[in-house]
C-alpha cells in the first residue's frame, strides 16, 4: 500500500515480554510495504513462536513444546519462498505471509492434540495483542482509507486482481458506500489464504484468519462491519467499513 512502507512483525505476549513493534499482519489500509527477504519471515515467525510457546505453557510439557516449536521453524523455512501473488504492489502481500506461519505452527502442533481452532485462537490473542499496542500508529494510517487519494489506489488494485494473473491471490471489487451504513465496501470473490491453505492439505484453517480483521480496525479506527466470509460459507467476504465506528466484532462475536 502507497503509503507506509514497514516490516511487519509480531511480537511476544506475556509477562515480562518485549512485544515488537511490528505486526506480523496487516491490513490493506496500511499501505505498500517493502519485500519481506526469507530471512525476515523466518525472524518474524520465530517470535510467533516465543509468543506461541508463552501461551501454551502448561498445554504442552516443556520437551513437547520445545520440539513442536523447533519443528514449526522448520516447516515454515521449507514452506519459503512465499508463492507469487505480484510482490508488495499487491496490497494484500502483508496478508499473505500468514499462510505459511498458520501451516506450520498447525502442523507442528497437531501431533500433540492441539486443534486448528486453537491454532487461530492463539495467532488471534497474538495479533489482538500487538495491534493494541501500536494503535496510534495504525490509526494514522487507517484514516488514510478513506481519503479520495486512496480510494482511486483500491480500485486499481481491484481492477488488477480481477485479470487473475496470479493464481494464488484475492479477486475484489472496491465501491463507495452511502456514507451512513458504511463508507467503503470490498467485496472479495476469491481467498488467497483459501487457496493456499487448501494446496497445503490443510483448509481446516481457513476460517482463522478472518477473525483477526477486527482487532487490526478496531486499531486503526476504520470501523469494520462484516457479516460473512468465504471461509465461513459465503459467496464473498462482505467487508464494510465506516470512519471511526467501534468495532464490536471478534472471536466471540463475527
Not at 506461541?52 to 514449526?72: C, E, H, I, Y
Not at 502442523?107 to 492434540?113: E, H, R, V, W
Not at 467503503?184 to 491453505?197: A, Q, S, W
Request: glycine content about 10%; hydrophobic content about 40%.
Amino acid at each position: 500500500m502507497l503509503i507506509s512502507r514497514r516490516t511487519f512483525m509480531l511480537g511476544v505476549l506475556g509477562a515480562g515480554c518485549v512485544l515488537s513493534s511490528r505486526p506480523c499482519f496487516a491490513s490493506i489500509a496500511q499501505g505498500i510495504v517493502a519485500p519481506l527477504t526469507d530471512d525476515q519471515l523466518n525472524a518474524s515467525f520465530a517470535g510467533l513462536c516465543a509468543g506461541a510457546g508463552q501461551l501454551l505453557a502448561g498445554r504442552l510439557s516443556p520437551n513437547d513444546l520445545q520440539a513442536a516449536l523447533t519443528k514449526a521453524r522448520v516447516l515454515h523455512a521449507r514452506l519459503l519462498p512465499l508463492p507469487d501473488i505480484g510482490g508488495p504492489d499487491n496490497l494484500v502481500y502483508s496478508s499473505f505471509v500468514v499462510g505459511p506461519q498458520y501451516v506450520a505452527l498447525y502442523k507442528a502442533l497437531s501431533p500433540y492434540g492441539v486443534t486448528a481452532k486453537e491454532v487461530g485462537k492463539l495467532v488471534y490473542d497474538l495479533a489482538a495483542h500487538s495491534y493494541a499496542q501500536q494503535a496510534p500508529t495504525l490509526k494514522a494510517n487507517g484514516e488514510r482509507l478513506f481519503s479520495p487519494g486512496y480510494y482511486a489506489i483500491l480500485r486499481a488494485w481491484a481492477e488488477r486482481s480481477r485479470r487473475k494473473r496470479y493464481p494464488m491471490d484475492w479477486v475484489q471489487t472496491v465501491f463507495r458506500g452511502d456514507g451512513t451504513d458504511y463508507d467503503l465496501g470490498i467485496d472479495y470473490t476469491e481467498c488467497g489464504l483459501m487457496k493456499y491453505f487448501a494446496a497445503q492439505g490443510v483448509p481446516e484453517l481457513a476460517a482463522y484468519p478472518c477473525y483477526v480483521d477486527f482487532p487490526a480496525s478496531r486499531a486503526e479506527g476504520t470501523g469494520l462491519y462484516r457479516t460473512t466470509t468465504l471461509a465461513w460459507g459465503g459467496e464473498v467476504c462482505n467487508f464494510r467499513y465506516r470512519k471511526g465506528r467501534a468495532v464490536t466484532q471478534g472471536w466471540d462475536k463475527a
